[in-house]
């Protein structure tokens, strides 16, 4: 199985992992076992599946003109449409369809995420603030640029972090209108940032750096993890989710890592799948990256 995102957002099948609650940035589904998670991209998006990994069929399709990000939060999908930001209803999936659309916002996207009535956008301007309060007219509200350009971004209630060239920007937007830098961490080459609890999990060139952000103002590296060079060469840390106290990492030309972190100041690897693999025989409970690699999360060191 292949799921790519083309030029083109077959929005439904994020919908049809959306709807058992695994969507890389929404709620986890209880039956599966999976933890809430705040800020994740979709450079890694999972689904479980009993048996064999299924097929994904669209059962209806929206958007177009570069779409290539999107979060879930109730009824309402939001993605991009070239430089802006669409919101679509979908509470009824195989009828999906676009309430709102925001002004441009200047700049190609390149992560998204939502807290509350704000969606958080970064691009080569830096960050948007974005007022979704009203489906039908996504307003943007508020922007700000610190210490390079970012490339991923997280928001957890009235904090949004940013991974920037620098390193990892923590900003105060309980205004959402007027951001303020509340601290940093510097590190070059940041791309990603996940957040869980008082845990920022930092993708920066091949290490995946693990900072305590309980102080925002003084966030402290507590562990790190360097992908093998011995299982690919030229590789580098991209986007990460986390189950439980287990967080599945992934690997630009490398594949998918999987670490315990328990031991956040002791991460360790205790499975690995390179994307050129395949894990579709057998039973159990799998886990797709979405470029297609699989493995089951039953048996994580095969």
Not at 56 to 70: A, I, T
Not at 163 to 181: R, W
Not at 182 to 188: C, D, E, I, R, V
Not at 239 to 249: D, E, H
């Amino acid at each position: 199985m292949r799921y790519r995102l083309g030029a083109t957002l077959t929005l439904v099948m994020m919908l049809l992992v959306a709807a058992v609650g695994l969507v890389a940035k929404g709620p986890a589904a209880a039956g599966a076992g999976l933890t809430a998670d705040t800020g994740q991209s979709l450079s890694l998006l999972p689904f479980i599946s009993d048996g064999t990994p299924p097929m994904l069929e669209p059962v209806s399709w929206v958007g177009g003109d570069g779409s290539s990000k999107v979060v879930v939060r109730g009824n309402y999908a939001y993605i991009n449409e070239g430089q802006h930001l669409l919101m679509l209803n979908v509470a009824n999936p195989a009828a999906a369809k676009a309430d709102g659309k925001s002004p441009s916002l200047g700049m190609e996207f390149a992560d998204l995420a939502v807290a509350g009535n704000t969606a958080f956008v970064v691009g080569e301007i830096g960050l948007r603030t974005v007022d979704v309060s009203n489906p039908a007219a996504p307003t943007p509200v508020g922007a700000i640029t610190a210490h390079g350009r970012p490339w991923g971004v997280a928001a957890v209630n009235d904090i949004a972090y940013l991974a920037t060239d620098e390193g990892l920007v923590i900003l105060n937007v309980a205004n959402p209108a007027a951001p303020a830098e509340l601290g940093f961490y510097p590190t070059a080459g940041a791309k990603k940032v996940t957040v869980a609890g008082t845990t920022a999990y930092l993708s920066a060139g091949g290490t995946l750096w693990i900072l305590d952000v309980a102080n925002p103002a003084q966030p402290n590296r507590v562990g790190s993890f360097d992908i093998p060079p011995g299982e690919s060469t030229n590789v580098f840390a991209s986007g990460s989710t986390i189950v439980g106290s287990v967080l599945y990492l992934t690997g630009i030309h490398s594949g998918l890592h999987i670490l315990d972190v328990a031991n956040p100041a002791a991460p360790r690897q205790i499975g690995f799948y390179g994307y050129s693999d395949w894990a579709g025989e057998g039973n159990g409970h799998y886990l797709c990256t979405f470029t297609g690699a699989c493995l089951d999360r039953l048996n994580l060191n095969r």
